[in-house]
Every structure is written in structure tokens, then in C-alpha cells.
């Protein structure tokens, strides 16, 4: 009975934090239900940084990083808008857009945002790319609980989830930072160097629920 005891709160442990270095999430079915829950390891920011990589052909609108929190569903949003072919960038349910990327289907692009709670100003890099400085929102920080969700895009705290919002393909590396990287920084991130990894949510100790059809698997990229 101890043993076994011992061997569940083992299991419950290795659980709680895995290292996902070399593999990826695969979201194969699109659904108003599949997702991954992302727990950070801390609830309040003033200025994040987030960042990740995604595989999809999807040309439709799709959520990339949904942040919400009990006063803004749209705490912070990435979402390709297939319409007008834009990222949009919501911080506190205030958008900002980019325009004009190389959003090509079927090949790994990464995206890091940063927001800072003092300037109010956030930035894109797409496939390190840096885009224009813009302002969205200042003077309130980030209040949790946060809940962080990727695969589908909260319309409600934690839910009201649209299939026509949601993401299918791949999405790997996501790591998330309580403080605005410098541009160095997101250069090693985005050139596979080495790099701090994120302090709320690191991919290589990653706490998190997967619900419905999501699939963790290796990431290969060539044959040898
Ligand atoms: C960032 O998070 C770390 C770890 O939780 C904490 O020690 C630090 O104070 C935080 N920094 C800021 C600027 O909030």
C-alpha cells in the first residue's frame, strides 16, 4: 500500500513538470473541444514575453496563445485573422494588428510577442522578423488567475470555445517570460540557440492538461 503510494505520488510528480525538449503538440482534429492547458508558475505580470512555434494549413481565422482572466477574456490574444490576413494582438481586449507577414501554410514560422505594462507597447517577430513597436494598453498589469490556452480560442473565461476559431496542426517550443526579452535574446530563441527559458512557462519543465484530441509526439525534422 506505501509502495504504491509512493510509486502514485511519483507518477503525480513526473506529471506535474515534463521536459518536452525535441517533441510537439499535434492538435489533428478540428473541434470546439481539443486543447491544451498551459499552468504557469506565476499569476501577475508586468510585461510578458511569449513565445513559440506552429505548424498548420489552416488559412481560416485561428487562436495562436489565448491568455484570459476573470475581467478580460482577451487578457492576451494572438490570432491569425484569414480575412485580412493580419496577426492580431489583443492585450486587456484591446487589439492591435500586423499586417503583411510571410504566413506561408505547412512550414514551422515562430512568433514571440512582448508587452510591457509600463509603455503600453508591444512588438511581433515573425520567424524573427521584428514588426513596429506599437501601443495597446498601459498603466494595469496582468492580474490572474490566468488560464493559458492553446488550440482554441477562450470567448469566456476558460471557455465558449468556436470551432471556426480553433487551431489544427502543430505547435512546439512555448515558452513564456515574466519580463520583455531583448532582441538578442529572441534571436538565440528563434535560431534554436541557446537562450533562457521562459520562467512561467518552460518547455522543457511544462506543467499542463491536455483535454480531447491532442497528441504529444516527436518532433523530427529531417531523416537521417
Ligand atoms: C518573475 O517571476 C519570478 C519567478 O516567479 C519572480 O521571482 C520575479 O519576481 C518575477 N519578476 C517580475 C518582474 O515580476
Known amino acids: 500500500m506505501k ?11 513526473a506529471a506535474k513538470y515534463q521536459d518536452l525538449s525535441g517533441k510537439m503538440f499535434t492538435f489533428p482534429l478540428e473541434t470546439n473541444t481539443a486543447h491544451v492547458r498551459l499552468n504557469p508558475s506565476s499569476q501577475n505580470f508586468e510585461a510578458v514575453t511569449v513565445c513559440y512555434r506552429f505548424f498548420t494549413d489552416i488559412k481560416r481565422d485561428h487562436s495562436l496563445f489565448s491568455l484570459a482572466t476573470p475581467l478580460h477574456y482577451n487578457e492576451l490574444l494572438v490570432y491569425w485573422d484569414g480575412i485580412n490576413k493580419v496577426i492580431d494582438f489583443a492585450i486587456k481586449n ?6 503583411e507577414l510571410d504566413y506561408k501554410t505547412n512550414i514551422w ?9 509600463e509603455s503600453g507597447l ?5 520567424d524573427g522578423q521584428p514588426f513596429t513597436r506599437k501601443y495597446v494598453n498601459s498603466g ?6 490566468v488560464i493559458i490556452i492553446i488550440g482554441q480560442e477562450q470567448d469566456s473565461y476558460g471557455g465558449d470555445f468556436d470551432v471556426k476559431q480553433s487551431f489544427t496542426g502543430m505547435m512546439s517550443d512555448v515558452h513564456m517570460w515574466n519580463y520583455t526579452l531583448y532582441p538578442c535574446d529572441i534571436q538565440n530563441y528563434v535560431d534554436g540557440l541557446n537562450f533562457t527559458p521562459g520562467n512561467v512557462l518552460n518547455w522543457r519543465a511544462l506543467d499542463f492538461q491536455i ?7 516527436h518532433k523530427i525534422t529531417h531523416c537521417y
Open 3 to 13: 509502495l504504491l503510494l509512493v510509486l502514485v505520488m511519483l507518477t503525480a510528480s
Open 94 to 99: 484591446k487589439e492591435v494588428f500586423f499586417s
Open 211 to 217: 483535454v480531447d484530441k491532442v497528441l504529444i509526439e
Open 140 to 145: 494595469a498589469t496582468i492580474a490572474g488567475p
Open 122 to 126: 508591444v512588438q511581433l517577430w515573425f
Open 109 to 117: 514560422h515562430s512568433i514571440c510577442t512582448t508587452w510591457d505594462s
